[in-house]
């Protein structure tokens, strides 16, 4: 296993030994997450937190469960090589904020490592920090208590891509893809003379003492996110585009209408897990960006272009005339999809994803050209029936509907 810096550092001057420290080592699948703690009865408490820096970020804090919490977490800053730390307070299953009510500062001195460090072939983040108040903050068995023998603590690393360069403590962070808990014995950690108290460093890191994990890290990730997308790209770049090319090739208004009718019932799910989606995320829980509003309003306009269908098709059945609402429906379709298929990409800048939108716009363009090729063939073949038809018979009425629907005669009407 790779060892951050600060241990090989150790192991090469077999150094100090701090007077008071617990930690708690834990072999994540990338590397070795360090947590060693040490703490005067005042209530300052000094931490050494290294761990890979393959993770966008990782992070560890008081108590059992997220609610409660004091964290401290760390990613990559926005120099080459630097780190951020970000302390933040945590109120449930949701992404923590930075509170400047945590009072932290990185350490520096002879040994410590405020930097993302490399090692034979792993990077490591690597943070010595000072807080004074932790032990006033946080609730439940979140509160840290230095005269705990078995204070719970938690940890968590976030997924290996979309890396953060951010300067600031309270950057967006996405969902854990691992967490887990763990005790340290705080009465071995804590000593009377504050004097002595300090960031433990050497051969303090090198494995777990006056400290025990409870059990391995569990494996979670952000499956809400993908599904989310997924199913709102599957509606508005196949499904309502296919319901186009099916009315056009079938001449079924009924198909027509089922395909469209799953594509709003696909758009209303996705919708709901964007909506869920939203509570989980700092930068989404106003629902205030363009991406969420403009999906909200799609959604409005999804559900009238629906109605405006239906409602036309009542008029029609009983004047048996083309009516105005038709119209709006043969015009608003495209234009919602075009919207929708706009919303994806801003979807992906918005989630920090935005190299996926290389693929999505490829996707979308080869999508497009299919559908344009699809709708324009068939456009002409049907002219040119319609000339020789005409040819033949020129007292008879051509097929098409007034709207260009390419339809039997009234059949558009149906929704
Ligand atoms: C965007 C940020 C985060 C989100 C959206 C989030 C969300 C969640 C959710 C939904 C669960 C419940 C999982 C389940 O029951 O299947 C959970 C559990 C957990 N999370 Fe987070 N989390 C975030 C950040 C963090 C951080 C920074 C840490 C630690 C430093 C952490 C540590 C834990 C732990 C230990 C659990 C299990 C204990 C519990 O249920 O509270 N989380 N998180
Ligand atoms: C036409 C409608 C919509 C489309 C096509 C769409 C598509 C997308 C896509 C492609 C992503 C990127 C997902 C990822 O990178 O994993 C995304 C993210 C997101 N969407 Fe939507 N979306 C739509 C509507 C909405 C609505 C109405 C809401 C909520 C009110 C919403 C909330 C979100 C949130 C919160 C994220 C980002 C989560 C994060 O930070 O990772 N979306 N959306």
Redesign the pocket.
Same mark, same amino acid.
């Given at each position: 296993m790779y060892r951050p810096f600060d241990l090989l550092l150790a192991s090469a001057f077999a150094a100090v030994t701090n007077a008071a420290f617990s930690t708690f080592v834990y072999p994540a699948d990338k590397g070795n997450l360090t947590f060693a703690l040490s703490a005067a009865s005042t209530g300052d408490v000094y931490v050494h937190l290294s761990a890979p820096a393959a993770y966008q970020w990782v992070g560890v804090g008081t108590g059992s469960e997220m609610s409660g919490s004091v964290m401290w977490i760390v990613y990559a800053g926005s120099d080459k090589g630097g780190i951020t730390l970000s302390p933040r307070l945590s109120e449930g299953h949701v992404e923590p904020s930075f509170s400047d009510q945590i009072n932290c500062a990185l350490v520096n001195g002879e040994g410590y490592h405020n930097s993302i460090d490399r090692t034979v072939s792993t990077r490591y983040y690597s943070a010595n920090f000072h807080c004074t108040n932790v032990t006033t903050l946080g609730h439940g068995d979140g509160k840290l208590n230095l005269g705990n023998a078995k204070q719970p603590f938690l940890y968590a690393w976030g997924p290996t891509d979309g890396a953060i360069s951010s300067a600031s403590n309270n950057a967006?962070i996405?969902r854990h893809d691992s967490y887990g808990t763990f005790w340290m014995d705080m009465t071995k950690a804590t000593t009377s003379n504050s004097a002595v108290a300090a960031v433990p460093t050497g051969a303090a890191l090198l494995s777990t003492t006056n400290a025990g994990a409870d059990g391995k890290a569990e494996n979670d990730g952000?499956k809400v996110?993908?599904a989310?997308?997924a199913i709102?790209?599957a509606?508005?770049a196949i499904i309502f585009p296919l319901g186009a090319v099916l009315l056009r090739f079938l001449e079924s208004v009924k198909i027509h209408g089922i395909v469209q009718a799953i594509g709003v019932f696909a758009?209303i799910v996705? #919708?709901g897990m964007?909506?869920y &989606?939203?509570t989980?995320?700092n930068?989404?829980k106003d629902?205030s960006?363009g991406?969420? #509003?403009?999906?909200?309003i799609? &959604?409005v306009l999804l559900l009238c272009q629906w109605a405006i269908g239906f409602y036309h098709h009542l008029r029609f059945r009983k004047y048996k005339k083309p009516t105005i609402y038709g119209r709006i429906h043969l015009f608003l379709g495209p234009a919602i999809v075009l919207?929708?298929?706009i919303?994806?990409?801003?979807?992906?800048n918005?989630?920090?994803?935005s190299h996926?939108n290389v693929y999505?716009g490829i996707a979308v363009a080869i999508i497009l050209v299919i559908v344009f090729t699809l709708l324009g063939w068939k456009k002409w073949s049907k002219r040119r029936q319609q000339k020789g038809t005409q040819m033949m018979d020129d007292n008879e009425e051509p097929e098409h509907d007034h709207l260009g629907l390419n339809l039997l005669r009234g059949s558009h009407n149906v929704l």
């Amino acid at each position: 296993m790779y060892r951050p810096f600060d241990l090989l550092l150790a192991s090469a001057f077999a150094a100090v030994t701090n007077a008071a420290f617990s930690t708690f080592v834990y072999p994540a699948d990338k590397g070795n997450l360090t947590f060693a703690l040490s703490a005067a009865s005042t209530g300052d408490v000094y931490v050494h937190l290294s761990a890979p820096a393959a993770y966008q970020w990782v992070g560890v804090g008081t108590g059992s469960e997220m609610s409660g919490s004091v964290m401290w977490i760390v990613y990559a800053g926005s120099d080459k090589g630097g780190i951020t730390l970000s302390p933040r307070l945590s109120e449930g299953h949701v992404e923590p904020s930075f509170s400047d009510q945590i009072n932290c500062a990185l350490v520096n001195g002879e040994g410590y490592h405020n930097s993302i460090d490399r090692t034979v072939s792993t990077r490591y983040y690597s943070a010595n920090f000072h807080c004074t108040n932790v032990t006033t903050l946080g609730h439940g068995d979140g509160k840290l208590n230095l005269g705990n023998a078995k204070q719970p603590f938690l940890y968590a690393w976030g997924p290996t891509d979309g890396a953060i360069s951010s300067a600031s403590n309270n950057a967006g962070i996405k969902r854990h893809d691992s967490y887990g808990t763990f005790w340290m014995d705080m009465t071995k950690a804590t000593t009377s003379n504050s004097a002595v108290a300090a960031v433990p460093t050497g051969a303090a890191l090198l494995s777990t003492t006056n400290a025990g994990a409870d059990g391995k890290a569990e494996n979670d990730g952000d499956k809400v996110g993908p599904a989310h997308a997924a199913i709102m790209l599957a509606a508005f770049a196949i499904i309502f585009p296919l319901g186009a090319v099916l009315l056009r090739f079938l001449e079924s208004v009924k198909i027509h209408g089922i395909v469209q009718a799953i594509g709003v019932f696909a758009a209303i799910v996705g #919708v709901g897990m964007g909506v869920y &989606l939203s509570t989980l995320y700092n930068h989404s829980k106003d629902v205030s960006s363009g991406h969420q #509003v403009f999906g909200l309003i799609l &959604l409005v306009l999804l559900l009238c272009q629906w109605a405006i269908g239906f409602y036309h098709h009542l008029r029609f059945r009983k004047y048996k005339k083309p009516t105005i609402y038709g119209r709006i429906h043969l015009f608003l379709g495209p234009a919602i999809v075009l919207g929708g298929i706009i919303n994806g990409f801003t979807g992906f800048n918005f989630s920090g994803d935005s190299h996926n939108n290389v693929y999505y716009g490829i996707a979308v363009a080869i999508i497009l050209v299919i559908v344009f090729t699809l709708l324009g063939w068939k456009k002409w073949s049907k002219r040119r029936q319609q000339k020789g038809t005409q040819m033949m018979d020129d007292n008879e009425e051509p097929e098409h509907d007034h709207l260009g629907l390419n339809l039997l005669r009234g059949s558009h009407n149906v929704l």
